[in-house]
């Protein structure tokens, strides 16, 4: 019997249908496409991610909790109208917390003579922050120019990193204090940056003793003017070196990420036990060496900051934050292996129980897809087509999701070396961190991921849990505390 074409497409219709369901809920990849798809055209699978949406990206105080650092490229003002509701769509979804420096990093000198304040950029970047409802984080840092041997009334930006003079730490608490009191919904501040101008050539190591000082006169002043915030600090760069030769002061500290430098840890060490109250302990660090050396693949690299984690909760029961924490920059061709690592190391920060990880400058400084960057989380706003959500972005708001939901015991999971799980009662992200194709069963689906994809998967109800033993060699194997030489 011959079928008259609406026939045809009366059958066809409800098999379309039943395989694009089965795509929906079985095959949400956040990829792109090809070498230049993850700039201003990402495109996402199936499924998608809402961004307008009402969004449950607040996790509880036992779990991490993702924001990111505004620097110098924001959703500013002067950008494109359209690109900046994307934009202000995609940082809503994706950040809990939103730090901003109070000079530098997109702000001008708000106190540029003594007693003589000009609020207005700062106020603009608070402004952003609180219109998109993040849980606001004020970095102080950095110093005007008459608290560091400057002139005052005027701005040497080549010497923003300077850090202020001894006799000025006074001053700078009151700054401080005068920061708190305009903007009293802030409850959390970073005491400065890296240790940005206490290097002590003489001694080749950071002054932990003047940054300890400058620290406890903030720490003192804030507690006095605005008792209830939270302080915390120092915001060391935990270095680690491929050549324990190469320039360092190597540490027991080591293993196929490389040997962490000693003068980081005498900053933590000295910090620790010199500081007169915190909050909070603050680091920065990255999985790429100072030597720049790859040491490890990026399934053990991005390991770097689980065992990090894993040792800072051994040193001191204060919650940890990633300030910063980086996995390096690539052109277009490359940012899917990197954000892979993104992915990885936040969920390496998960299992060891780290508080809060920022991630550092969130709009994409450049559209040109040969010039490498960071990943980031949506592209520069400066033009029409901008402030689309990039990979990485749809990648952070599921987990921020998973996070802020219930779970049934332990939420991350590594079936396989290569192979991360975050895992809730109604979806998972999976992670590969190889290079090549990984392929198993995770409770009871079989799963298959290309090389460094990320995949967030709805899952039917009925599903085993998680099992209770899970496996993390590669942060066993990134770093481990050797016994002291015995002399």
């Avoid at 109250?277 to 720049?292: E, H, L, M």
């Avoid at 998967?457 to 060699?473: D, I, M, R, S, Y």
Wanted: aromatic share 8%.
């Amino acid at each position: 019997m011959r079928r008259t074409p609406t026939d045809v497409l009366r059958r066809a219709v409800p098999v379309v249908l039943a395989v694009a369901l089965l795509v929906a809920v079985f095959s949400t990849v956040i990829e792109h496409a090809g070498p230049r798809a993850v700039r201003p055209s990402v495109e996402f699978n199936a499924g998608g991610y809402d961004w307008t949406g009402v969004h449950r990206n607040r996790p509880g105080p036992q779990r991490l909790s993702i924001g990111v650092t505004h620097a110098q490229y924001s959703i500013d003002d002067w950008g494109n109208e359209g690109a900046r509701v994307s934009a202000r769509n995609v940082l809503a979804a994706t950040a809990t917390y939103q730090n901003q420096h109070i000079f530098g990093w997109g702000t001008l000198n708000p106190e540029p003579s003594p007693g003589v304040f000009d609020w207005s950029s700062l106020d603009r970047r608070m402004k952003l922050i609180r219109d998109t409802g993040g849980t606001p984080v004020l970095t102080l840092c950095c110093a005007p120019d008459w608290m560091k041997g400057g002139r005052a009334g005027q701005t040497d930006w080549s010497r923003l990193h300077a850090a202020p003079t001894p006799e000025h730490y006074a001053d700078f608490a009151a700054l401080a204090v005068a920061v708190a009191r305009r903007y009293p919904d802030v409850r959390h501040f970073l005491v400065w940056n890296e240790m940005k101008g206490f290097w002590d050539n003489a001694q080749n190591r950071w002054s932990y003793e003047a940054y300890t000082e400058l620290y406890n006169a903030v720490y003192a002043a804030l507690e006095k003017a605005v008792p209830g915030v939270a302080v915390g600090g120092p915001y060391v760069v935990l270095d680690t070196w491929a050549d324990r030769d190469a320039g360092g002061r190597p540490s027991t500290l080591s293993g196929e990420c490389g040997t962490v430098d000693q003068r980081s840890i005498d900053v933590l060490d000295y910090w620790l036990k010199n500081k007169i109250g915190a909050d909070f302990v603050a680091v920065d660090g990255g999985s790429i060496t100072r030597d720049a050396a790859v040491v490890s693949s990026t399934t053990v690299a991005s390991a770097v900051f689980g065992a990090l984690t894993r040792w800072l909760r051994q040193r001191t029961s204060l919650p940890v934050w990633w300030a910063e924490f980086h996995v390096g920059q690539a052109t277009d061709d490359g940012q899917r292996r990197l954000v892979a690592s993104s992915v990885a190391a936040l969920l390496h920060m998960v299992r060891e129980g780290a508080s809060v990880a920022l991630v550092w400058q969130p709009e994409l400084a450049s559209d040109n897809p040969h010039e490498p960057s960071a990943p980031a989380l949506w592209t520069s706003t400066h033009n029409k087509a901008g402030g689309r959500p990039l990979a990485l972005a749809e990648a952070v708001a599921r987990l921020q999701d998973l996070l802020a939901g219930p779970a049934d015991g332990d939420l991350v999971w590594w079936p396989l070396a290569d192979l991360g799980v975050l895992a809730g009662p109604e979806a998972m992200l999976m992670v590969n961190t190889a290079d090549h194709a990984v392929a198993t069963r995770v409770r009871g689906l079989s799963v298959r991921l290309a090389p460094y994809e990320v995949r967030y998967l709805p899952v039917p109800p009925g599903l085993p849990p998680v099992p209770p033993q899970w496996w993390t060699p590669a942060v066993d194997q990134c770093l481990r505390e050797a016994p002291q030489a015995t002399p």
